[in-house]
């Protein structure tokens, strides 16, 4: 009975997070520059891309559906690139760093989601690559805060929960079709 309780909240937790990280996509959309407007647009995509593949995978197994989660996840990539120029282009060190990292968690995520065997031998590796990875986010969040741009840390702050949300589903994935959830079967 607690497990349930407990699997509710997180989900109404992250149902808080991404709505709160749709909001700040349409204030960037508003009021933010081109640049950022194209990236928060992206980053929600592929978001909800990584929300349905790891938290509802029944949900992508007809083939046209998959199709398209493809050709998305495509579109929101050559979006984030678009941004990262715009972001160069306007000098934009903070957006195109923090734009980096993110990279980096994707191919990450892509990789444990697309290879979750890989994933168990290698689990050291890529636990401190994602801790690495996560920190430097984290400190991102801090130098928005330090620069006293709160927006742009609060929002650095609610896309890092998000994508840990995500990561925790990563963890509760099996690691083939038939056998147990990766959190029983690996240390991380």
Known sequence: MQVHAAVRWYEWFK???????ALN????????TKPEAIDTLAWLTLLVLFELETAHPRLLQGGQ???????ARLAAGAAICVAALGYVNDK??????NLGLWIGVVILLE????YPQAVVRSRTSLGATAVLLYSGLAVMVGAWA??????DAYDALLWLIAFLAIEMDVLRMPT???????SKRSNR
């Open 146 to 151: 330090w620069h006293g741009e709160w927006f």
């Open 92 to 97: 934009a060190w903070l957006d195109a760093v």
């Open 111 to 114: 990789f444990e989601v697309r």
């Open 176 to 182: 083939t079709a038939t056998s147990a959830p990766r």
């Open 65 to 71: 559906i998959l199709r398209m989660v493809h050709l």
């Open 25 to 32: 996509a349409l204030i960037f959309l508003i009021y933010g």
């Open 15 to 21: 149902a808080l997070v991404f709505a709160l990280i």
